[in-house]
């Protein structure tokens, strides 16, 4: 195995399959954000039954959010894997790469000139989600870890939240564009023929990421989804002491 990570092609295949991992969280998690869309509910939060119910899975048999803490390690170590291998792979390359060789090719794609730079803006802004949401570090909201919809909706009646966010898709869209294509390519699925379809098979995916997750922080923020019905929610953003 280490003999197979050492090597490029099968450093450009783990790379692949921890890309594929974190792809499918995405997915997964777009999927369980849109949750959020059903609004507050007549008793809780449909979002909130749903983050609930991923900490209860398995109980009594296995513990508490035992479901979710090994998500999050998985998660970390194909992230973890996953830069590392981009990094030493974009490394050994421009050390191929003759001294008087052009670095700009005909025919690259901008997101491929960009992938490090948007790669590192996406760990930035990964790093600040979980402050935000996880550990609830940076001020978002008064309430309790669990509340999902109140957190939401408290945080995105903040313009510049919404702004950060919506410029923080762009970059994982054009991220993640070029690097669907890259899976298909090291997967060994591109041809001639089948490469347009390929193209705009990885294109049509990342917009349905992009207006699935960006779709979210609008509605909260145009009042589409109405407020939480929680009364120390309410009484929070109406800046009157409980």
Do not use: C
Not at 74 to 85: D, E, Y
């Amino acid at each position: 195995m280490i003999d197979f990570w050492r090597s490029s092609v099968g450093k450009k295949n783990i790379v692949a399959v921890t890309g594929a991992i974190l792809i499918g969280y995405l997915i997964l998690h777009m999927l369980g954000n849109l949750n959020s869309a059903f609004g507050p509910g007549a008793n809780e939060p449909r979002v909130d039954e749903y983050a609930h119910w991923l900490r209860d899975f398995g109980e009594p048999l296995l513990p508490y959010a035992f479901i979710v803490w090994v998500v999050r390690v998985v998660l970390l170590s194909a992230l973890l894997i996953h830069i590392t291998g981009i990094v030493q792979l974009t490394k050994r390359n421009r050390e191929a790469r003759p001294v008087n060789f052009p670095a700009k090719r005909i025919g690259r794609s901008f997101e491929s000139t960009l992938m490090l730079a948007t790669g590192s803006l996406i760990l930035a802004f990964i790093i600040f989600h979980i402050l935000q949401f996880t550990t609830l570090t940076i001020d978002v909201t008064p309430l309790k870890e669990g509340d999902v919809y109140a957190n939401l909706y408290y945080a995105f009646q903040k313009w510049y939240f919404v702004v950060i966010y919506l410029a923080a898709l762009l970059l994982i869209g054009m991220h993640l564009r070029h690097g669907v294509w890259s899976l298909f390519q090291t997967l060994g699925f591109d041809n001639p023929n089948r490469n347009p379809m390929l193209r705009h098979g990885a294109t049509v995916f990342v917009l349905i990421l992009i207006i699935g997750f960006g779709s979210i922080p609008v509605l909260f923020f145009t009042d589409v989804l109405d407020p939480p019905k929680t009364t120390a929610m309410l009484t929070a953003l109406s800046g009157v002491a409980a």
